[in-house]
Nanobody, 126 residues
């Protein structure tokens, strides 16, 4: 069973930088599409960025030009967050599986589940 583990969240001042990491275990053949979602209190969980194993990326309009998603080996993904703003404050979730694949326009296996990490808090102060 695939498990996703995030790290790198914390508190930062507006204009600063953070780097989030996500490592997947239990996927011996590697994960294809991975990405990051975020959820602020009282709001829905929204896509921040996604990346395929071929390097194709997508970003939410609100983070374009500030955030960069990248892959390490086949089971790791990073999110470099630069020039952060208070509105970036949220719990950030690493994602794999059906939901991020659909967001990237990739094929989804029948009954393929969403896969989520436990989340990491990012707090940006003004």
């Amino acid at each position: 069973q695939v498990q996703l583990q995030e790290s790198g969240g914390g508190k930062v001042q507006a204009g600063g930088s953070l780097r989030l990491s996500c490592a997947a275990s239990g996927a011996p053949f590697g994960l294809t599409t991975m990405g990051w979602y975020r959820q602020a209190p009282g709001k829905q969980r929204d896509l921040v960025a996604g990346i395929t194993n071929g390097g194709r990326t997508t970003y939410a309009d609100s983070v374009k030009g500030r955030f960069t998603i990248s892959r390490g080996d086949k089971n790791t993904v990073y999110l470099q967050m630069n020039n952060v703003k208070p509105e970036d404050t949220a719990v950030y979730y690493c994602a794999a599986g059906a939901r991020i694949k659909r967001a990237m326009g990739d094929p989804v296996w029948p009954s393929e589940p969403d896969k989520w990490g436990q989340g990491t808090q990012v707090t940006v102060s003004s």
